[in-house]
């Protein structure tokens, strides 16, 4: 029973193509986001819904499209992929219990590696 | 300026003994929570511990303890009786009450635990 489950768990494209990756959640959380994690193993924070609305928009490049179907869904679309893409993608989870109220531990998929050709 | 610094970018242990892994973090917030995660050669992610700003004691879950110092700004990460399998990247990341709920990730410590 995955928590946080995406796919494809690899990816191998060539430059210039669209891909997307998938994330479902079965933790019943209502917010989900996008961490890129890059060849020095460095994580970054992408893109972030709360029950299907966009909260966090980091400066990311609009090649890169989220989209929240529902609040167990997050998948993120990217068009006219380039070598610099090529990176770990992680999806993760967390409740937001509302202020104040402070532990919302974020639970992660266990990644997608991009390769871009 | 660096949020959470992270300043061994690797460690050795032997098999049995403790170690601790040193991170510091930059906030005028005075609401934050500090977490570690730990990333095994498998390349998951795995929660191991939350310390929140307001919590009077240091945060433990097993073998793993939080040596919170909120006047120094640090949040070392204590793994007693290390095992091989704790062999792994180990990231320490905060989240901010005006940030919006993202994590902000230090570099990493690389730990290698040998026999």
């Known amino acids: 029973d995955t928590a946080v489950s995406q796919t494809p768990k690899y990816l191998v494209t060539q430059m210039g193509n669209d891909k997307s990756i998938k994330c479902e959640q079965n933790l019943g959380h209502d917010t989900m986001y996008w961490y890129k994690q890059d060849s020095k193993k460095f994580l970054k924070i992408m893109f972030s819904?709360?029950?299907?609305?966009?909260?966090i928009n980091e400066t990311v490049p609009n090649r890169f499209s989220p989209k929240s179907p529902d609040k167990a869904h997050l998948n993120l679309h990217i068009n006219s992929l380039e070598l610099g893409d090529s990176a770990v993608y992680f999806c993760a989870s967390s409740q937001l219990r509302g202020l104040g109220l402070f532990e919302e531990t974020q639970y992660f998929g266990p990644g997608t590696r991009l390769l871009v050709l | 300026a660096q949020k959470i610094t992270q300043t061994q970018p690797g460690m050795f242990v032997q098999e049995k003994e403790a170690v601790t892994l040193d991170c510091t973090y930059d906030?005028?917030?005075?609401?934050?929570?500090l977490f570690w995660y730990k990333q095994p050669s498998s390349g998951e992610m795995i929660f191991l511990i939350y310390q929140g700003s307001y919590d009077q004691q240091n945060a433990t879950e097993g073998r793993y303890s939080l040596n919170f110092q909120k006047a120094r700004k640090s949040a070392n990460l204590v793994i007693s009786a290390s095992q091989l399998g704790d062999s792994a990247m180990y990231f320490c990341a905060m989240r901010e009450e005006t940030g919006f709920q993202k994590l902000v990730f230090g570099t990493g410590t690389r730990l290698l635990v040998s026999p």
């Open positions: 906030t005028s917030d005075p609401s934050y929570g």
């Open positions: 819904y709360n029950n299907k609305e966009l909260i």
